[in-house]
């Protein structure tokens, strides 16, 4: 059974500063991993995707890496701001029935991020 | 990108009610539901996935007689809670998926804004 462990569970840091959250997973049999954005009490934003071949995706100040075969991804984000401010949620996407003709997402806990003015 | 809409944002209902939760993929045809529950602090655990025109197939540990699933279209899909209980308060968050595929793997569900459920 696939297990997504995310580290830190909260982290606080000051504006400005240059962060990098981390996830892991057990089974490397993935399809692809992404990292969502979550604002309390809300649905969930989608922010990067990584398919199971690439090494790493860029969106403006934001940058994830995988290596699927230590079952690792970080998410990076360069100079942050209070706007950041969020619960960021790591999922890995792998395939659920036998056919092969479905997927699913298996999330973390998610690391709860405050960025302090 | 897609939308994907949930109806209603919140609610609040005694102990032993029903309560129905609408999910709706407003510009694309939704092959495949799925029906995610959030504790507060917790990680979103996926409850059960529906494809359009079958029965949903339920997780591990989640009872399908008190959660029913229908997704009679494909555009909507209803998670109905049965005889709600004060545990059965949570956010409710659905996500919806077309046919395509990106190379070398699924595409990826759009998510909607969730549905906070409190039964006092």
């Known amino acids: 059974k696939q297990e997504v462990t995310q580290i830190p569970a909260a982290l606080s840091v000051p504006e400005g500063e240059n962060l990098v959250l981390n996830c892991s997973f057990t089974?490397?049999?993935?399809?692809?991993l992404q990292w969502f954005r979550q604002d309390p009490g809300k649905g969930l934003t989608s922010l990067l995707l990584?398919?199971?071949?690439?090494r790493e995706q860029t969106s403006g100040r934001l940058n994830a890496s995988l290596d699927k075969s230590s079952g690792r991804s970080t998410l990076y984000i360069a100079a942050s701001q209070p706007g950041d401010s969020a619960t960021y949620l790591c999922a890995v996407s792998e395939v659920w029935n036998s056919g092969g003709s479905n997927y699913k997402l298996t999330f973390g806990k998610g690391t709860l991020l405050t960025v302090n003015p | 990108g897609a939308v994907v809409s949930q109806h209603p944002s919140w609610v609040i209902c005694k102990s032993g009610t029903s309560v129905k939760i609408e999910c709706r993929s407003l510009d694309f045809q939704a092959t495949t539901m799925f029906w995610y529950r959030q504790f507060p602090k917790q990680s979103l655990m996926l409850m059960a996935t529906s494809n359009e025109g079958s029965k949903a197939t339920y997780e591990q540990g989640v009872e399908k007689d008190k959660f029913l699933i229908n997704h009679a279209s494909l555009t909507l899909s209803t998670l109905t809670v049965t005889s709600a209980h004060p545990e059965d308060s949570s956010f409710y968050i659905c996500?919806?998926?077309?046919?395509?595929?990106?190379?070398?793997?699924?595409?990826?569900?759009?998510f909607g804004p969730g549905t906070r459920l409190t039964v006092l």
């Open positions: 990584i398919q199971s071949s690439q």
């Open positions: 089974d490397s049999a993935i399809y692809n």
């Open positions: 996500s919806a998926r077309g046919a395509s595929r990106l190379a070398g793997g699924p595409i990826p569900g759009f």
